[in-house]
């Protein structure tokens, strides 16, 4: 939970429940959008991706053979600018970033993600992103929050994870990151009694001024 007096100098936002607010992007995503122009079965386009592309053992081009008999490039566009964005990113990273460095950590595919910030005009916004395909581990192995830190150059306690999973929490608290939990509706996650929880990202900046500000 929040302190006064601890220093934060770092916030690290969720890419995936977070930014883009919903899950299952593959699994429910892909036939929702794209229907019966998917050539391949959504089971083995589903491990294409969460054990390929997403982890960086296959390429982006490797990942999408044979998924559409037409070029994948402008579809590809066009089914991420169709995913559910949080609408106060914007204002809330504007308002953050003249104090805060931010990041992006997420076991999407940096291609993808960098694009969805970019459809949204937040690319700028963040200092730095670690993902999973870039050969640094996953937030289930929990590798990637240790990257992250690496990245930022700081110790865990100056840093804020902003996740919509306890999992990835508690992981990230391992190596002494502090955590604030934003559930998505409906999510099944029990609340977590070692975080605190805010309903939007326009509630971060108030969280925060419990935290001790950089200098």
Known sequence: MANDGVR???????????LVQEERLISVGFPAYFGDRLRLPIEQI??????????GALSQDEFWEGILDEDWRAPEVEFLSSRAFAPDAAG???ELQTAYRLAVISDMPREWAAKILELHGVLDRFQCGVYSNDGSGSKKDGRLFRALLDTLGLPGQEVLLVDDRQLNLDSAKEIGIRGAWLPLPGSSDPDPTNYDQIE????????LTTYCPPS
Do not use: W
């Open 8 to 18: 934060v100098s770092a916030i690290a936002l969720d890419m995936i429940g977070v």
């Open 46 to 55: 589903k491990e294409r991706y969460d054990h390929g592309y997403s982890v």
């Open 92 to 94: 809330v990273l504007s």
């Open 200 to 207: 939007s990202l326009t509630d971060l900046p108030g969280l």
